[in-house]
């Protein structure tokens, strides 16, 4: 058993890998209860057992192995890392587990698995079980399918992926096994049970018994859906859930709609194998398909019927097939081979999915035109195809080809394409069916409603009913305004019967989100119209029409249409149903009636009076009663009416003209005025507008109206008016008014194209006026519509077009004014219809109002052949007729035939010039497209991207470019043919791809889940041997995981060979910090808010909402075209540039107020979202355009409109102009500065990107003021602005202009007042990586300037880390970066010394001879360089001379010897010190003293003193003092410390540490400090020392010493008044505090008496009257009865002792200094000090007795009778006394030993018998008490440098009482105490590491009080100090402590060092007999 005993001593984790199956049995036993005990996850107990869990569960033993198994399931279960074990433990379960003939083992083994996955390993577990199927051995596999089975019937098929498990299942069906085959049936169950039907395809194949079995297994599954029972650590809100319910008991009802979600829908598809058909395809098939007859045609057409039954087909090129499938649904004669040909397109749409939607586009329209056919079997063939097909695209692609036969004059095509419609809309939801594409469904539906033939009618009730369903009555309702009730009420009722392809789900979705919670019956909804129509006719409480419609404007100008445009939320009281105000027109007579109601009778009779006074007078009745009138009573159309009564706008005078024109604006101002009213005045207000007189308030009464109406409806009225008639004037002035207007409005809802025709009939005008107000009309249309404007006007004269030119020049780099009118303009509705709604709103966009000619029969045959001909020339003539046809037509519509597929065979093209060409064709195709340009994505064949000619390649980016631009890059994502491309290795190709993919990807929010299939050729890529392509390869990696994260990207690994995997997985966590945030959805919030599913009252505050620059739809920039990068027209731009308009009516001139806007906790807001990831990070190479929308974004709301106009034009001198008004506000704007401060910087960090030399110059002079401004404020930068401006700064460094680097140089220079050096230190190192030689050379420089002002401390992570870092570049190639780099070395090395070449570590000869070359030439002329470098940067003036004094050890050394001394650091230096003054020992004086002193010292042991001859080896000091340019540089204080305290603030301990150190190394720092600071860094420091936690720090002793050492820096160099003052304080509430550790208030008087030692030094420096306040304070909170009573006796002699030093140093004149103490006479204080007076004044003699202890200071003379009565008398009072009769006795023995010949004799004889025996008594007690036990008494607080140095007791030694100092005691121990604390105040180690004991053994007998030196280092030489006897002449010189002061001294020579200590020992001898 003797093993046994062995192995139970090993630690837990060593049993574990114990050879012996007991140990490890033991070990696994222990381990479990470890791990069961272990509470936090995090602990580091963990990590040490990440190698064994293998072990643990593949032990060999098999009763270890169950042991092990229940270990590894508690450390999966618990351990934060165990996810790291996944992959190697599952493998093991696996292989060596699953074979076990235990069952136990098997269950544990598949709980570990199970666990695994609870853990979110899933994956990996997975992955390990599948590989065990395909094990030999049936047991494993059988447990393998157990254990996937039993994962999934528990988690779920969410987790458990079931596409890799159904793949292997028909293989498991055919095993031998039958256990196999049971299990795989069982596991084919459970997967039934969770995809249902999805599992018969895969199944098909199996034997037919078993599937027959299966089939009856299936029945028996229950229909209630299945749910997951057990939960990933990351669900535990859905195990909450789950066990609420189950508590419940609501098993199947409770989860709801929930449940429904939580298990996926599996697609059958997906589970699929592909097939490939086109090789399986008949070799005669096109041939054969061209036949004449119809037998051979049939026959091809059933071979391609046979191979698309394939249920899931392999994608490839299937043009050539559908094309002519395509003909033989269109042109065949034979009805069958149509039917057969459509069910052959409808195989292939079904099986290819997706990969068809690019044939779909030239399918459809000959599908819909085939509809003519009759055969019901030909329309239901057909009717398959399309609805196949359209599965396979999206319905906007195919909207154009729906809506042109939606015209066609045969019934039956119109009826089947409206239930094709109707069909479509059930696969639709609100967002894939917006209102941009509702609209023209809606508008051709409804012309179909009044069709003559019923079916026709019927199916368009059915679609438009389908619509109302689908998108809700809020979106469709607008386009329903001029139904009548009849036939709304149809269309309700088919909407009723609608089932919607995803169950019933959506039409509720659709319902819920119409704004009011809507009951869902419909009709209830048609009353609410009534109701609406009610009010509107009688006046009710509308005001204008809060309109429905809530997607972009109309696209058509018909009124129908237009009034849908109303803003929604004016303050209509009806909710959101409310329609436009609209009246039925009303007959005179009634509005005479209405009239009359409201108007004096005397106003309605004068009307018409010939008297034109009494005109004027009723018109001024007429305005009073206007004003006065209530909206809700005003019945506006009949008091228009009335003003339009004879004479009505013929009236001849101008006064009453203009009264009633006024009117006419008030009322519309002022009532409910509807169309109806506006279309009674406007023909005479358009008939006055010319007019001098009158024209004004006609334009007034017109914008009123448009007010009330909306701009859109009344401008195109008035327009029409206007040129119906003749007169000029009227003509230009509408214009004039209209471009007013839309400067006003806003452009949103107006209908271009009505404008247009008009504005073309203007500028044919013979009249210049009208000419020229057409042309400023159009300037301002410019300003919101932008270039593509002109391209309607091309064809006019040339004469015209220029000024047409000029004009928009003239509005060139303007924005549209923000909108001041017509609040209601902007519908504030339509989020509802979610992301895809805005993405499909192109609608805004004027590039879709263009008229577009149809190009399709101009793309001839004859042309596509000219296209692929076989000589180059015939080729080039084609391309160039399709050119010219672009070009003539501008705008085409998406039909273009044949044209795609002959382009995209154009691309490969031998003749490079025709590929190009092809590729300018592309580009302007997009541009003429449009958007439609979408359904041919797929045709535009990307290859040429990897062309080998630049110039090709150059010009297919900006052809997909383009094209991106029109489409959005969902089109490009989708589907396998990116990844495909990205497959293909030809390196152009792949370096641009990912370059285009780089630049794109981060502007989307979202990208369809086929980007996944790109990430493993990128990974492939990121291994490419082409060094750009790995580039560009690294540079997308962020951008894929910013769409797709971290863990798919990880998962997509693991199919890499392991050496690449780690390769990748590195570059992913690399990327993963670099990751950018998905950008922000374009300011929804406000929209959200506004929305139509806000309540009507809050509409109402939403609308003005919008005023206040909240952006809604309309002012958001087109997403669609945000994706596609480029500004894909002005229009967006001009939108974008809306957004940012804050509403300010004067925007334009207003130039006064702030430029900075203070926003209240903007900045902390921006952090938080740049934090959260909701905004991308400001971190890139180059500046993208996402990056500069977003700062444009954020500073919108805290930057003046007009600056930011200006910092964000395109043109630099604008830059320049907005840097000088920030100069300019510099000063007296300073907090509005500070709180934009973030977003200026980042503003500064894009001029960096500029190429023009003044921006630049501009910025950095804008800079330098920044910071000098920031660092008066004492403002801190944060992380944030540090991390996102330095690094761009920095950058500037290297800059080959000298004035711009000096620049540069001198901010950085001023950036280390408002940001760490420290921090500085970290991002200028980054600058040294840059390609860049000169921003190299320029960053060492940097560094040795940094090094040289703020010390060691500045170098981060370590100085060690920092060097080696700097010393990588002295091998460097370019010869500046190699200079600078030795400079900054020998710049350290003259601050930091030798133990440079420690820090650097090995360098390579060369650099090393190079480097100590140059510290040798630096040496030899000391102040030279760095006088140079002061010049340089006078911001850092040094005193160079003390640098050189202090650091170097006299210029004549010849410093490389002693650098190769240091390097091999075994031979030890040639020279020893002489001993400096203080460290001598004063033999004279004490051989002076020798005859008055009658102490004995103990006898001195003798030494060998042999080891002093020894050379020395001068130790390093640790820690270096902060270099004296410190003061220099920080010579305001302030800035000093909040330099020092952003290093305090630093998480790690020794940086504090340090830091402090620094602040008080510093004199002029040090005292600043204030007694409260001082006590609360005392009461700090003292804790931190006494706090067991920094015991288990790695370097414990470390920190400590560092405490230490700050302890005695605070306590010398502190303000002396302050720190006693401080000491005491603390002193005082450490005692009072109950909770307070004695050991506290014990480290508080060590610090006191570390004081009392310095008092001879300070006292004069000292406030004697306060700091005799606080112990008079102290000393009333504890009496000395109080004191007496405390545990220790410590605090009573502490006091007494400091008191008494006191006295010492002051005599009486100590008692001058009561002043602060308010009533002296009740003092103890001043008794004391009488006392304490007297005794000093008695007491001569040696400088050495300083033992003022216990108040009796003893004389070494005789001290005369009297005195020696006083003394005497003194202590038997104290006998006498109760309390302190003991320590009487004790200074009585104590005085009898000192003075044996003192006689007591007479103060006895007066006393008692019982007294003197008592005192006799007491006497013996102590002596036998002392002599017995020979005890250690210690020297205590007084004697100078004393740490507590034991006193052996020996027949010589005359035993001290305790309390008392025995002045002869100062010994070399004193010397030895005090080399201690120099040395560690040099920051060396006196302690060996090993032995130290714990801070707390500092007092090891509590009743023998010990001084600290407060320097708790030197803890283990004690404990050596007190084993040994001899400890006095214990030098221990050999233990490196002869000190080197640092001042450059020059050593004696070993010889003189002998003769010297042969002194000594002679005179040393001498003292010793001379006292015996």
Same mark, same amino acid.
């Given at each position: ?480 305004a001029d139904v009548d009730k009849l036939k709304l009420d149809r269309i309700k009722e088919c909407a009723e019967k609608v089932e919607l392809a995803c169950g019933k789900k959506t039409g509720g979705a659709a319902e819920k989100k119409e704004g009011k919670p809507v009951t869902g019956k419909t009709p209830a909804l048609s009353g609410n119209d009534k109701e609406t129509k009610d009010a509107a006719t009688k006046p009710g409480p509308l005001k204008k029409a809060p309109a ?199 452009f949103s809802g107006l209908n271009v194209k009505a404008f247009i025709s008009n504005v073309k009939t203007a500028l044919a005008a013979t009249n210049p006026a009208v000419r020229t107000s057409a042309i400023t009309l159009l300037g301002v249309m410019y300003l919101y519509v932008g270039p593509p404007l002109r391209m309607f006007f091309e064809d006019e004269k040339t004469a015209l077009l220029s000024q047409i030119d000029a004009e928009f020049e003239k509005m060139q780099g ?552 700097m010393a990588t570049h002295i091998g460097d190639r370019d010869n500046t970066v190699r200079n600078a780099a030795l400079n900054t070395i020998v710049t350290v090395y003259n601050v930091h010394g030798d133990q440079v070449f420690k820090l650097i570590g090995n360098l390579s000869e060369k650099d090393m001879s190079m480097l100590e070359e140059r510290i040798k030439r630096s040496a030899k002329r000391p102040s030279a360089a760095p006088v140079r470098q002061a010049e340089e ?239 008079? %304070? @102290?000393? /009333?909170?504890?009496? *000395? !009865?109080?004191? #007496?009573?405390?545990?220790? &006796? ?5 006091? =007494? ?73 003194? %202590? @038997?009072? /104290?006998?006498?006394? *109760? !309390?302190?009769? #003991?320590?009487?006795?004790? &200074? ?5 030993? =000192? ?80 080399? *201690? ?96």
């Open positions: 058993m003797g093993d046994d005993s062995e192995w139970m001593k090993l630690p837990i984790d060593q049993k574990c890998e114990h050879k012996l199956w007991k140990a490890r049995l033991n070990g696994y036993e222990e381990a479990l209860k470890l791990f069961q005990k272990i509470d936090d996850e995090k602990s580091p107990e963990w990590s040490k057992y990440l190698g064994l869990i293998k072990k643990f569960v593949t032990d060999s033993n098999a009763v270890a192995q169950l042991k092990g198994l229940e270990a590894a399931l508690a450390y999966v279960e618990n351990a934060h890392v165990a996810g790291k074990t996944t992959g190697e433990v599952a493998s093991g379960v696996v292989n060596k587990v699953f074979n076990q003939p235990k069952a136990r083992a098997k269950e544990l083994g598949l709980d570990i698995c199970l666990m695994y996955i609870e853990i979110e390993k899933g994956e990996a577990v997975q992955e390990e079980l599948l590989k065990g199927l395909e094990n030999k051995n049936p047991k494993i596999i059988v447990a393998c399918i157990e254990t996937l089975r039993k994962a999934l019937s528990e988690f779920g098929s969410k987790i458990i992926s079931l596409k890799p498990i159904i793949k292997v299942l028909p293989k498991l069906f055919e095993s031998r096994e039958k256990a196999v085959r049971d299990e795989a049936k069982l596991l084919a169950v459970e997967i039934y049970r969770w995809i249902r039907d999805a599992l018969r395809p895969p199944l098909q194949n199996i034997n037919s018994v078993q599937l027959k079995e299966l089939e009856e297994e299936w029945v028996k599954v229950s229909s209630a859906a299945p749910k997951q029972t057990r939960f990933l650590r990351s669900q535990q809100e859905l195990k909450a859930k789950f066990e609420q319910q189950q508590a419940v008991g609501g098993d199947a009802d409770g989860g709801g709609d929930d449940e429904e979600d939580a298990v996926p829908q599996v697609d059958a598809y997906e589970l699929l194998e592909a097939v490939e058909i086109l090789s399986k395809l008949p070799k005669d098939f096109y041939e054969k398909i061209e036949a004449k007859k119809w037998q051979e045609r049939k026959e091809a057409l059933e071979a391609v019927e046979l191979l698309v039954k394939n249920p899931k087909l392999e994608s490839g090129d299937y043009a050539d097939l559908v094309k002519v499938l395509k003909k033989v649904v269109g042109k065949d004669t034979n009805v069958m081979l149509v039917a057969l040909a459509a069910k052959c397109l409808a195989g292939l749409a079904t099986g290819l999915r997706k990969k068809f939607g690019q044939y779909a586009g030239h399918v459809v329209p000959t599908i819909l035109e085939k509809f003519k056919e009759k055969k019901p079997q030909v329309v239901q063939a057909l009717q398959e195809a399309i609805d196949a097909i359209f599965l396979t695209t999206t319905l906007q692609n195919i909207s154009e080809d729906i809506l042109a036969v939606m015209d066609n004059k045969n019934p039956t095509i119109k009826q089947q394409t409206s239930l094709f419609i109707a069909r479509s809309f059930r696969h639709c939801t609100p967002s894939t069916l917006p209102k941009s594409l509702l609209k023209p469904f809606c508008a051709a539906l409804l012309k179909h409603i009044n069709d003559s033939a019923p079916e026709v009618r019927d199916a368009a009730f059915e679609a438009l009913g389908t619509a109302l369903k689908v998108a809700g009555e809020k979106a469709v309702n607008p386009f329903l429905v419609k809530s997607g972009g404007p109309p696209k058509k100008g018909k009124p129908a249409a237009a009034a849908g445009m109303g803003g929604a939320g004016a303050k209509g009281k009806k909710g959101p149903e409310t329609k436009e105000i609209f009246e039925s027109e009303l007959s005179i007579e009634v509005c005479e009636e209405k009239a009359a109601a409201v108007l004096p009778a005397s106003c309605i009779q004068q009307l018409d009076s010939g008297n034109w006074k009494e005109r004027l007078a009723c018109m001024e009745e007429f305005q009073k009663a206007v004003e006065l009138m209530e909206r809700s009573e005003m019945p506006c159309q009949a008091l228009v009416r009335m003003l339009a009564k004879k004479p009505g706008w013929k009236e001849t005078n101008f006064q009453v003209m203009q009264m009633k024109l006024h009117i006419v604006a008030l009322i519309a101002q002022k009532g409910n005025f509807s169309k109806t009213s506006a279309q009674v005045v406007l023909d005479g207000l358009v008939d006055k507008v010319g007019d001098v007189k009158c024209g004004s308030n006609a334009k007034e009464a017109m914008t009123a109206i448009a007010e009330a109406c909306q701009l859109p409806w009344t401008a195109e009225q008035v327009v029409a008016i206007a040129f119906s008639q003749k007169n000029p004037k009227n003509q230009s002035e509408t214009l004039n008014w209209l471009s007013n207007a839309i400067k006003e409005f806003g303007q924005t549209a004014p923000a909108p001041t009118r017509g609040i209601s303009r902007h519908n504030t509705g339509g989020v509802d219809d979610g992301e895809e709604e805005e993405q499909e709103d192109v609608g805004n966009d004027v590039v879709d109002l263009l008229p577009r000619s149809d190009i399709g029969d101009k793309i001839t045959a004859e042309l596509v052949s000219k296209i692929g001909d076989k000589n180059w020339k015939i080729r080039k003539e084609g391309l160039d007729e399709v050119t010219s046809i672009i070009n003539d037509a501008k705008f085409i519509q998406p039909n273009i035939g044949e044209l795609p597929a002959a382009l995209k065979s154009r691309l490969n093209d031998s003749n490079k010039i025709l590929v190009q060409q092809t590729l300018s064709i592309l580009q302007q195709l997009a541009t003429a497209m449009g958007p439609n340009i979408k359904q041919h994505v797929k045709n535009l064949d990307i290859t040429v991207l990897g062309d080998s000619k630049n110039n090709v390649r150059a010009a297919a980016l900006a052809t997909v470019n383009a094209w991106a631009e029109q489409t959005g890059m969902k089109d490009w994502l989708e589907g396998e043919d990116l990844s495909e491309e990205l497959k293909k290795e030809n390196p152009f190709l792949r370096q641009e791809l990912l370059g285009w993919l780089a630049e794109k990807l981060p502007t989307l929010r979202s990208v369809p889940s086929d980007l996944l299939l790109c990430v493993p050729h990128l990974y492939s890529c990121l291994e490419d041997r082409n060094g750009d392509v790995r580039k560009k390869a690294q540079d997308a990696l962020p951008f894929f995981m910013m769409h797709l994260g971290f863990e798919k990207m990880a998962k997509a690994t693991g199919k890499l060979k392991p050496t690449s995997k780690d390769q990748v997985l590195a570059m992913l966590e690399k990327a993963k910090a670099n990751m950018p945030a998905k950008p922000a959805p374009p300011a929804k919030a406000c929209s959200r808010a506004a929305g139509g599913a806000a309540p009507a009252k809050f509409q109402a505050s939403s609308a003005l909402a919008e005023d206040s620059g909240s952006n809604t739809m309309e002012s958001k920039p087109d997403p669609k075209k945000a994706k596609a990068g480029g500004t894909s027209s002005k229009a967006k731009g001009v939108q974008g540039k809306k957004v940012l308009s804050k509403p300010n009516l004067k925007e334009d001139d207003d130039k006064s107020g702030p430029i900075f806007i203070i926003v209240p906790n903007g900045k902390e807001q921006r952090m938080k979202d740049e934090k959260g990831l909701k905004i991308l990070k400001w971190n890139f190479t180059t500046p993208r355009d996402e990056y500069i929308e977003q700062l444009k974004t954020q500073m919108s709301s805290c930057v003046a409109k007009w600056l930011q106009d200006e910092m964000f034009h395109a043109d630099f001198q604008h830059h320049n102009k907005a840097l000088a008004v920030m100069i300019e506000h510099l000063e007296s704007e300073k907090d509005g500065v500070i709180s934009c401060l973030d977003l200026i910087l980042k503003w500064l960090t894009l001029r960096f990107f500029d190429t023009n030399t003044s921006v630049l110059m501009k910025t950095l002079e804008y800079l330098k003021l920044l910071f000098s401004l920031l660092s008066q404020e004492e403002y801190h930068l944060t992380e944030n602005e540090a991390s996102s401006f330095i690094p761009y700064l920095v950058l500037k460094v290297g800059e080959p202009k000298d004035v711009i680097r000096k620049d540069v140089r001198a901010i950085l220079n001023r950036m280390c007042f408002i940001y760490p050096a420290s921090k500085m230190f970290t991002f200028i190192m980054e600058g040294t990586k840059s390609k860049n030689s000169k921003q190299r050379a320029e960053c060492l420089e940097e560094l040795g300037c940094l090094v040289e002002s703020y010390g060691m401390n500045v170098c981060q992570p370590t100085p060690g880390k920092a060097l080696k870092e940067k006078p911001q850092r003036t040094q005193n160079i001379n003390t640098n050189a004094s202090m650091v170097r050890k006299g210029p004549a050394e010849d410093v490389s010897s002693k650098l190769n001394q240091n390097r091999n650091m075994g031979s030890h230096s040639e020279t020893t010190h002489t001993v400096p003054r203080e460290f001598q020992l004063d033999l004279d004086e004490i051989e002076n003293d020798n005859g008055s002193v009658r102490c004995e010292m103990p006898a001195l042991v003798q030494h060998k003193l042999d080891d002093i001859f020894e050379p020395v080896l001068i130790p390093e000091p640790k820690i270096r003092a902060v270099s004296p340019h410190f003061d220099d540089m920080h010579s305001n204080t302030a800035s000093t410390i909040n330099f020092v305290i952003s290093q305090v603030a630093s998480g790690d301990i020794n940086t504090s540490i340090q830091a402090l150190a620094q602040l008080f190394q510093i004199e002029s720092l040090a005292r600043e400090a204030s007694t409260g600071v001082l006590k609360d860094l005392m009461h700090g420091l003292i804790t931190l020392m006494l706090d067991s936690r920094i015991e288990d720090l790695e370097d414990s002793e470390q920190v400590i010493r560092s405490v230490n050492l700050l302890v005695v820096k605070v306590l010398e160099k502190s303000d002396q008044t302050n720190i006693l003052s401080a000491l005491l304080v603390l002193l005082q509430d450490s005692l009072l505090a109950t909770a307070s550790s004695p050991k506290f208030s014990e480290l508080v008087m060590k610090c006191l008496w570390r004081m009392v030692r310095l008092l001879p030094e300070t006292i004069n420096s000292i406030n004697l009257d306060r700091i005799l306040l606080d112990i008079h %304070i @102290f000393m /009333k909170v504890f009496p *000395k !009865e109080k004191l #007496k009573q405390c545990k220790s &006796e410590f605090p009573i002699r502490t006091l =007494k002792t400091l008191l008494h030093t006191l006295c010492k140093l002051k005599g009486p004149k100590i008692l001058d200094h009561l002043t602060m103490i308010d009533n002296k006479n009740e003092s103890e204080l001043e008794a004391h000090l009488c006392r304490a007076v007297k005794h000093s004044m008695d007491q001569t003699g040696s400088k050495a007795d300083k033992d003022t202890e216990k108040g009796a200071s003893r004389t070494e003379e005789k001290a005369s009778k009297a005195k020696v009565n006083d003394i005497l008398a003194e %202590i @038997f009072k /104290k006998i006498g006394s *109760k !309390e302190n009769t #003991k320590e009487g006795l004790a &200074e009585l023995y104590e005085y009898k030993k =000192k003075y044996s010949d003192a006689d007591i004799e007479p103060f006895l004889k007066n006393s008692s018998q019982f007294f003197q025996s008592y005192v006799e008594r007491g006497l013996r007690l102590i002596e036998t008490e002392r002599e017995g036990k020979g005890r250690i008494a210690t020297s205590t607080g007084v004697s100078s440098q004393m740490e507590g140095t034991c006193v052996p007791a020996s027949a010589h030694t005359v035993s001290s009482s305790v309390g008392n100092t025995n002045g002869e005691e100062v010994g070399p121990s004193v010397y030895l105490e005090r080399l *201690k604390i120099l040395r560690q105040r040099c920051g060396l180690d006196n302690a060996k590491q090993e032995d130290r004991p714990p801070l707390t053994s500092l007092l090891s007998k509590p009743t023998v009080p010990t001084v600290a030196s407060s320097t708790d280092m030197l803890h283990s030489k004690l404990s050596q100090l007190r084993e040994s006897r001899e400890q006095y002449q214990h030098l221990d010189l050999d233990s490196n402590q002869t000190h080197s002061s640092g001042i450059g001294t020059t050593l004696a020579s070993p010889s003189s060092a002998a003769a010297n200590i042969d002194d000594l020992k002679k005179r040393l001898e001498r003292i010793k007999s001379s006292r015996k």
